[in-house]
């Protein structure tokens, strides 16, 4: 997982994620980290990438430059690359009410690290799939009201579903 803005303080999301992966094998805290499976590399960033100055006890906000450090590695790996984000890039996915929150520190890194699929969140109403370059966009739309998105892998075929309708599938 990786937080939202409002998973303030950032110590508190650590240590809950980190006491998850003890009970938990599989759940793996993607903010901050680069994972390599075995056809792709998984890397994510929570918290607003759009403004310049760090914050990490009121909400989570991160500058350009902590961004850029924390995934320089990233453009290296070789092989697939999975980018996980709470934000959205600047698109038709970021609206949110009639607000647009996309962030273009997310469109260029998206155009840096070329990646396969990235999935972001925070827009509400921004649910839906789009194309950024050799990327395959995904907003899943919020998952408080049950929304969420299965993509298949190699071939990024999206299906958006809803948990409401799980025991009618």
């Known amino acids: 997982p990786i937080p939202g803005m ?5 110590s508190l999301y650590f240590k809950t994620v980190y006491n998850y992966a003890q009970i938990y094998p599989n759940f793996r805290p993607a ?25 990490r006890d009121l ?3 991160y500058s ?7 995934l320089r590695r990233l453009e290296y790996f070789p092989g697939d ?8 890039p600047v698109c ?3 609206q949110s009410e009639g607000d647009h929150l996309g962030g273009l520190l997310i469109n260029e ?11 972001c969140g925070r827009a509400r109403t921004g649910q839906g799939v789009v194309r950024l370059g050799t990327a395959a966009v995904v907003n ?26 799980l025991g009618n599938s």
């Open 6 to 10: 409002t998973d303030a303080p950032e």
């Open 31 to 55: 903010h901050e980290m680069i994972y390599r499976e075995d056809q792709f590399a998984v890397a994510g960033f929570g918290g607003d990438l759009s403004i310049g100055e760090d914050n």
């Open 59 to 61: 909400v989570l906000q």
């Open 64 to 70: 350009r430059t902590w961004v850029e450090f924390a």
């Open 81 to 88: 690359k999975v980018l996980l984000f709470h934000s959205p």
């Open 92 to 94: 038709r996915l970021d």
């Open 109 to 119: 890194i998206i155009e840096r690290v070329s990646p396969k699929l990235v999935v």
């Open 140 to 165: 899943p739309g919020p998952l408080y009201e049950g929304h969420y998105a299965l993509v298949e892998y190699p071939s990024l075929d999206v299906k958006f579903k809803n948990l409401k309708n």
